[in-house]
């Protein structure tokens, strides 16, 4: 079975081999943290095991004396604590750590939920680490895995339609993409949505919760690329819009979805308040306008935090819709400005005239009409500045 490089690994290595500061490594489960993070590690210590629980519960030098941390070693040791964010106290653990050990030995911390829905006050982690923010395998990422240059955006290169096909069918999660076999991806989806309601969600909610946050995951798996109606999913709940909202939230930190919001900046009459919801996995999307959307919705939301978790820039993913009912799917903007706008088709290839309007309004540098059933074309989308229809295969390919 073929093995598939990251480009996390990539980007992780190089912080270690430059930074000082801890690596916090978040994202899905099973998106291939552990498999990574062995790979870099000289010491692997993961929560579940019970005997590195109860070294850490026992403090940062028990820990240090229990693995040989204070020996000398050929090159420089690099310590990774896997699912930490499990420990009640482990903010506070690893700063202390850290303060204690950070000089002699790299240190590695994961955690599937976002790490940060456990802050619960102390002191702060200021200049003590650097997050990096993993997402499942993208067509940019199995074409190369190196660190982007300056440029940030790729030059175009052909994914075989092999590969094009399995991504779109499978998803980017490396067991179901490597597998590509349809029962075992049921299986596999069917198991992983069971941890998320039994396991994950336990750890995050009360129990009397679950029942209505599970109601919740099936209705939002049948709404990707929709708008979300907070006041309206409440009521098919039996809750207020309050309670919506905070379930969602729960659902985001767990990497269910993640809400895209409206950019109104200099756009006259918009929509402001209205977030879109995506589901983090497309491969089980039956509608297949939805399951395009959302495909390029998550190639999207890992560039923009790929490229801003390597320092270049603040990038950040919305959309744009005014009430005249003009609409554009996404923009990407840079540093608070506008830099491309995305309009995501199956087929059609008659150029949407909200592009062309939105470009005018928002400044953008490229306006595209990203269309997925379209052929690889050996162009570079972002040489272009006027809206045009592009193929999804060539524009993915040089993102992240």
């Known amino acids: 079975m073929k093995n598939y490089p990251r480009i996390y690994q990539t980007m992780i290595e190089s912080h270690l081999k ?14 291939g943290k552990t498999t990574m993070c062995e790979a870099v590690a000289s010491t692997y210590l993961s929560w579940d095991d019970e005997d590195v629980r109860r070294a850490i519960q026992s403090g940062q030098r028990a820990v240090a004396d229990k693995y040989a941390l204070n020996v000398a070693a050929e090159s ?22 850290y303060d204690l050990y950070g000089r002699n030995l790299r240190i590695v911390a994961t955690g599937s939920a976002k790490m940060d829905v456990y802050k619960k006050g102390g002191d702060s982690m200021m200049g003590r680490y650097f997050p990096y923010r993993m997402h499942p395998l993208s067509v940019a990422e199995l074409l190369d895995v190196s660190i982007p240059d300056e440029r ?14 399995a991504l779109v069918r499978f ?34 909610t009360r129990i009397s919760e679950l029942d209505q946050l599970s109601a919740l995951a099936e209705i939002l798996s049948n709404r990707s690329g929709e708008q979300l109606v ?44 209205m977030p879109k919801w995506y589901l983090r996995d497309w491969a089980n999307i039956q509608d297949e306008g939805k399951r395009a959307e959302t495909f ?28 005249s009912r003009r609409e554009v799917d996404f923009v990407v903007t840079r540093d608070g400005i506008p830099w491309f706008l995305v309009e995501v088709k199956k087929s059609d290839t008659s150029l949407s005239e909200a592009l062309a309007f939105f470009q005018e309004r928002t400044g953008a540098a490229h ?19 006027s809206p045009k229809v592009v193929s999804a295969k060539t524009f993915l390919s040089q993102l992240f």
């Open 171 to 204: 998803g980017g999660f490396p067991d179901p993409f490597v597998n590509r076999d349809v029962r075992f991806s049921r299986r596999w989806n069917s198991l992983r949505f069971e941890q998320l309601l039994k396991t994950d969600m336990r750890d995050l």
């Open 18 to 31: 430059n930074y000082r500061q801890m690596v916090f490594v978040s994202g899905p489960r099973q998106v």
């Open 152 to 165: 940030i955006v790729r030059s175009p290169k052909r994914l075989s339609d092999d590969e094009w096909t």
């Open 367 to 385: 306006a595209f009409q990203v269309v997925m059933d379209a052929e690889y074309g050996e162009y570079d989308c972002f040489a272009i500045h």
């Open 296 to 323: 390029i919705a998550c190639h999207l939301l890992k560039a923009v935090e790929g490229w801003t978790d390597l320092g270049y820039g603040e990038f950040s993913l919305g959309y744009l819709r005014d009430k």
């Open 76 to 97: 420089e040791k690099v310590l990774v604590y896997d699912e930490i964010h499990k420990y009640s106290k482990w903010k506070q653990f690893l700063k202390g750590f």
């Open 230 to 273: 907070y006041k309206s999913i409440g009521r098919d709940l039996g809750v207020d819009e309050k309670t919506a909202k905070k379930w969602i939230k729960t659902l985001k930190y767990l990497y269910f979805g993640f809400e895209v919001r409206p950019w109104f900046r200099n756009i006259e009459n918009s929509i402001r308040k």
